[in-house]
């Protein structure tokens, strides 16, 4: 059974560096958008990045800082977390679309079929 492992995060001051890690293992299943998410304490989890075939996206709040990489080979995809805030701390989720759709939506939660564990990342200021 397609599950996903998270490696990565920690506490980083503000300012500092983090990467996150997902690998996709135990399926022959066809991924075609792999995703990060984040859920602050008291807040609705939001999209943070993907990538696909339809490209690359990020959420406004990211983007610059933020940078989304994938291995085919490994069936892994990768969050570098750059110029951190307080704000960006959160628990962050990989996820992963499997279905085969005519246009994919990165930001709409509930196309990924797949979640990863969660992973604490914290900025101090």
């Known amino acids: 059974q397609l599950q996903l492992v998270q490696s990565g995060g920690g506490l980083v001051q503000s300012g500092g560096s983090l990467r996150l890690s997902c690998a996709a293992s135990g399926g022959t299943t066809r991924v075609y958008v792999m995703g990060w998410f984040r859920q602050a304490p008291g807040k609705e989890r939001e999209f943070v990045a993907a990538t696909g075939r339809s490209g690359t996206s990020y959420a406004d709040s990211v983007k610059a800082r933020f940078t989304i990489s994938r291995d085919n080979a490994n069936g892994t995809v990768y969050l570098h977390l750059n110029t951190l805030k307080p704000e960006d701390t959160a628990v962050y989720y990989c996820?992963?679309?499997?279905?085969?759709?005519?246009?994919?939506?990165?930001?709409?939660?509930?196309?990924?079929?797949?979640w990863g564990q969660g992973t604490q990342v914290t900025v101090s200021s």
């Open positions: 996820a992963i679309q499997t279905a085969y759709r005519g246009t994919y939506y990165y930001d709409h939660r509930s196309d990924y079929s797949h």
